[in-house]
C-alpha cells in the first residue's frame, strides 16, 4: 500500500497523473471515498496522464460510463453512485478496459463481480483541502 497527502485538487491530479505514466491496457482503477472526497478529481489526474485533455471529464452520473479517446490508452470513466447492485450486471464494465484501454470505477461497492488485479483508490477527506490518498494493488 502506498498513501499520499494532498493539500489541493491540483496535487491531487498530480499524484493520479504519475499512476497514469504506469498504466497499461486492461488495468482497472477502482474509487473509494465519500461524495466530494475528489474522486472526479483523480479521474481528472488519470485523465491527463493519459494525454487527455481534463477540462472533457466530467462525473459520468446520469450516463454511467463516458469512454474518453485520443490519448495514449482508451479511457472508461464509470459512476455507479446512483445504481443498485444487481443493475451492474447489465453494464458490461467486465469487458471495457480488458483490451485496448483502462476502466475507472467511482463507487466499486456496487459491483456485483470482482477485478482481482484491479487497484484499489480510497480517498479520505482529512479537512476541508487535504486528502488521504490511498493506492491498494489487487485488492478487490
Known sequence: MTTYLTESEEETQAVAGRLAAQ???GDVILLSGELGAGKTAFVRGLATGL???PEVVSSPTFTLVHEYR???LTFYHADLYRLEKAATDDLGLE???VADGVLAVEWP???THR???ALTVNIDIVNDT???IQLV???R
Do not use: N, W
Request: net charge positive; aromatic share 4%.
Open 23 to 25: 498504466l497499461k491496457p
Open 51 to 53: 494525454g487527455i485533455d
Open 70 to 72: 485520443g490519448g495514449r
Open 95 to 97: 469487458e471495457m478496459g
Open 109 to 111: 461497492d456496487r459491483l
Open 115 to 117: 477485478f482481482p488485479a
Open 130 to 132: 487535504t486528502r488521504r
Open 137 to 139: 494493488a489487487g485488492s
